[in-house]
C-alpha cells in the first residue's frame, strides 16, 4: 500500500490540474479552457459570463479572418510599428526593449500587431461597408433626440503652433515672437475646438488671446501655442452638424459589429463542455 500512495497521489494531482486547465468550450473546433477564462477574468475584471462570451467572440472573430483570407503587406506592418513608435515618442529600439522587460519578444509583438491589422482591414471591409450614410432627417432626429450630448457646440480657433527642440528655445521664441529662432518652427492653424484633447482646450481656454500657452513637452520636440482667437460659439444642428455625424456613425457602426458577431454565434458550432 505504501508503494501505491505515491502513485495514487501523482494520479490526483495530474487529474487535477487537467481539471484546472480543461476544454471548457468547443467553438468551431477551437478550445477555450478554464484557465483561459479565469485569465479574462482576473485581467479585464469582468464576470465570468462576459469573459466566456469575449473568448468565443475572439474565437469567431479569429475564424472569420481565415476564412477572408486578408493579406497584409510587410510595409503596411512596418508603417504601423513606425506610427505607434512616434506616437509614444520612442523609437522602435526602445520599444523592442521595453517589450522585453515586459516578457513580450519582438516576433510575438508583430504576430499581435499583423492580426490587429487584419481586424482592422475586416472591420471597414466586412462591417463599416455594410452602414449606410444616414439622411438630413436621420441626423437631425437624432439630434432632436440627444441635444445633451452637443450642448458644447465647436468653436473654430485661431492659433500659432511653435515647436522647438527644446524648452530654453521655446522660451526664446515667445520672449521675442517677431524675431525668427533657429531651430524654432511656427505655424498658423485653424483648430475645432472638439478635435481637440480636453487638456489641451483647456489649456487654451485658460489662455488670454493674444498670449502664448505655457509649453508642452512632447515626442517631437517642445510645443506653445500662440491664441489668436478662440472663435465663437454657435448653437443648433448645423453648428454641429459634423459631431452629430461622426457620433451617429460611430453608433451604427457599434451596431453593425455586435449584429455580425450575433449572426456568427447563431450559426457557429459551439459545444459548452464545462464551465
Known amino acids: 500500500m505504501k508503494k501505491l500512495l505515491p502513485f495514487l497521489l501523482f494520479s490526483l494531482i495530474s487529474l487535477q490540474a487537467q ?26 475584471n469582468m464576470s465570468k459570463q462576459a469573459a466566456v462570451e469575449a473568448l468565443i467572440r475572439d474565437r469567431l472573430e479569429k475564424s472569420a479572418l481565415k476564412k477572408a483570407n486578408i493579406q497584409i503587406s510587410h510595409e503596411e506592418i512596418q508603417a504601423k510599428v513606425q506610427q505607434i513608435a512616434s506616437l509614444k515618442g520612442m523609437s ?10 515586459k516578457g513580450l519578444t519582438w516576433e510575438n509583438y508583430i504576430r499581435q500587431l499583423t492580426t490587429e491589422i487584419e481586424k482592422e482591414h475586416f472591420f471597414r471591409e466586412y462591417i463599416v461597408a455594410s452602414v449606410t450614410p444616414p439622411t438630413d432627417s436621420e441626423l437631425k432626429s437624432y439630434y432632436n433626440t440627444h441635444q445633451e450630448l452637443f450642448s458644447s457646440a465647436p468653436r473654430q480657433m485661431s492659433l500659432v503652433v511653435y515647436l522647438a527642440p527644446t524648452v530654453e ?17 511656427k505655424k498658423n492653424i485653424l ?19 493674444n498670449s502664448f500657452t505655457s509649453p508642452i513637452q512632447t515626442g517631437k520636440g517642445v510645443i506653445a501655442y500662440f491664441v489668436k482667437s478662440k472663435g465663437q460659439q454657435q448653437s443648433g444642428f448645423e453648428a454641429v452638424r459634423n459631431s452629430v455625424t461622426n457620433r451617429w456613425m460611430q453608433e451604427q457602426r457599434i451596431q453593425a459589429g455586435q449584429d455580425f458577431f450575433n449572426k456568427l454565434k447563431s450559426n457557429a458550432n459551439i459545444r459548452v463542455i464545462r464551465l
Open 92 to 101: 522602435q529600439a526602445q520599444m523592442r526593449d521595453i517589450l522585453a522587460k
Open 191 to 209: 483648430a475645432s475646438s472638439n478635435e481637440m484633447t480636453p487638456q489641451l482646450l483647456e489649456l487654451i481656454n485658460k489662455t488670454p488671446t
Open 169 to 185: 528655445k521655446i522660451k526664446e521664441a515667445i520672449a521675442n515672437p517677431m524675431r525668427p529662432i533657429q531651430g524654432v518652427k
Open 19 to 44: 481539471v484546472i486547465d480543461a476544454v471548457a468550450i468547443d467553438v468551431e473546433g477551437e478550445a477555450i479552457t478554464t484557465l483561459e477564462i479565469q485569465a479574462v477574468q482576473q485581467k479585464m
